[in-house]
C-alpha cells in the first residue's frame, strides 16, 4: 500500500488547513484510517481515526471540535479538516492504516504515509 499526504502549509492562529491522504494499492473502503502528528523533539501522537464505514470517529481531546476526520471511499482518500488552528498543532502530519478500531497506539497503526508538514504561526 502507499499513502501519499498532502495539504500541509504555513497558516496563521485561527486559520483553517485540510490535509488529504490517498490511498493505492489496497482496498481502501476494508481500512480503518487515522491520523498522527509529530512535533520537533517529540513522538508521534495520534490525532484522529475514522471507521472504514466513516460512521465511526474518535480524537485526541486536544483536537476534538477542531478538527474533522472523513473519508471518500470511492476516492480513495483520507481527510483532515483542522479548524481554529493553534501554534501547538504545528507538527508534521502522518496518515495510516489503523490494524483495529479504538486501538490508537502508534503501534496499532501502518503503514504509513510520508507526512505533510504543518506550521501554525502566532
Known amino acids: 500500500v502507499q499513502l501519499q499526504a498532502s495539504g500541509g502549509g504555513l497558516v496563521q492562529t485561527g486559520d483553517s488547513l485540510r490535509l488529504s491522504c490517498v490511498a493505492s494499492g489496497r482496498t481502501f473502503s476494508n481500512d480503518n484510517m487515522g491520523w498522527f502528528r509529530q512535533a520537533p523533539g517529540q513522538e508521534r501522537k495520534f490525532v484522529a481515526a475514522i471507521h472504514r464505514s466513516g460512521v465511526r470517529k474518535d480524537y485526541t481531546d486536544s483536537v476534538r471540535g477542531r478538527f474533522i476526520v472523513s473519508r471518500d471511499n470511492v476516492k480513495n482518500t483520507l481527510y483532515l479538516q483542522m479548524n481554529s488552528l493553534k501554534p501547538e498543532d504545528t507538527a508534521v502530519y502522518y496518515c495510516?492504516?489503523?490494524?483495529?478500531?479504538?486501538?490508537?497506539?502508534?503501534?496499532?497503526?501502518?503503514?504509513w504515509g510520508q507526512g505533510t508538514l504543518v506550521t501554525v504561526s502566532s
Open positions: 495510516a492504516v489503523q490494524r483495529a478500531w479504538a486501538r490508537c497506539g502508534v503501534d496499532d497503526f501502518g503503514p
